[in-house]
């Protein structure tokens, strides 16, 4: 596939869609070792996208990348990211957070805070000076715990969370954040199977009701194939396949990427492609 076609997406209604977020030509390294290779990408409004990829193929630097989050460790020679038509780089990280929420891969407060008052943190951009959060932040983070189905928490310290229960806690906080696009790195470490499929039906529910553009990362890809609208298959920071699941989720593509050999099935409801290593 070529540099241009990799460019674009194959997605339904995709002449209905505007593009929010694009990425042009973007080269990355960490020191010498280059762990983006000229990466093009556009991100279009009311999607739902999925990067797959073994570990340490760039997924997290992407991210990173697209949020237009400075990393001092990153030197990005080559490229750009634009938020709509705006150079992330030139726009104030204040209002970035109004249009991108960002959840890392791993997080950790040093401090032993109420769950509601983390969830709150997601409300931080549009605060004002020292007059604090308002009663609409307040009904908005009570909104964002109960569609997590974590209600019952907000008055928990978060020092007492399983690793499970916490982990919902950040992913209430994103969507607390209101942002029409939601980044979330491999948001799903230590949730059971029935939690994992509650929140990414959450996700495609938003998508769908709030015109959300979803990025994911996720290490799971059967998951990635049923819920994915686009995927993003990355290998040692190049992309190597981009597009709807028939386009990327081909024995070829995965087993040069994860270096494994695959059995393949369909699934019985879904009628998406499904593998397992052998």
Request: glycine share 6%; hydrophobic share 40%.
């Amino acid at each position: 596939m070529g540099n241009s076609e990799k460019s674009a997406f194959i997605e339904k209604s995709a002449s209905c869609k505007k593009t929010i977020l694009t990425v042009e030509n973007i080269q990355a390294f960490y020191g010498e070792k280059n762990v983006l290779q000229d990466i093009n990408l556009k991100f279009t409004e009311k999607s739902f996208t999925c990067l797959i990829g073994p570990n340490g193929s760039g997924k997290s630097t992407l991210l990173n990348v697209l949020c237009g989050i400075n990393n001092p460790s990153l030197d990005i020679t080559n490229g750009k990211v634009f938020l709509k038509s705006e150079d992330i780089k030139k726009i104030p990280k204040k209002e970035i957070a109004k249009k991108i929420s960002f959840l890392p891969q791993s997080e950790m407060y040093s401090w032993n805070h109420l769950v509601l008052d983390v969830v709150m943190m997601g409300r931080f951009p549009y605060s004002k000076g020292f007059f604090g959060y308002t009663k609409e932040d307040t009904e908005i983070a009570e909104k964002a715990l109960a569609e997590c189905d974590i209600l019952h928490l907000k008055d928990r310290y978060i020092f007492e969370l399983s690793g499970g229960e916490y982990q919902q806690v950040l992913i209430a906080r994103s969507l607390c954040q209101e942002t029409k696009i939601l980044v979330l790195d491999e948001p799903f470490t230590h949730l059971d199977i029935s939690k994992q499929h509650k929140l990414l039906l959450l996700l495609k529910k938003l998508v769908t009701e709030k015109n959300l553009s979803v990025i994911i990362t996720l290490h799971e890809v059967n998951q990635a194939a049923i819920y994915g609208e686009n995927l993003i298959l990355l290998k040692e920071g190049k992309i190597l396949s981009t597009g709807d699941v028939k386009t990327v989720f081909t024995k070829e593509n995965l087993e040069t990427a994860y270096e494994t050999d695959f059995g393949f099935f369909q699934h019985p409801e879904f009628l998406v492609p499904q593998v397992f290593p052998r």
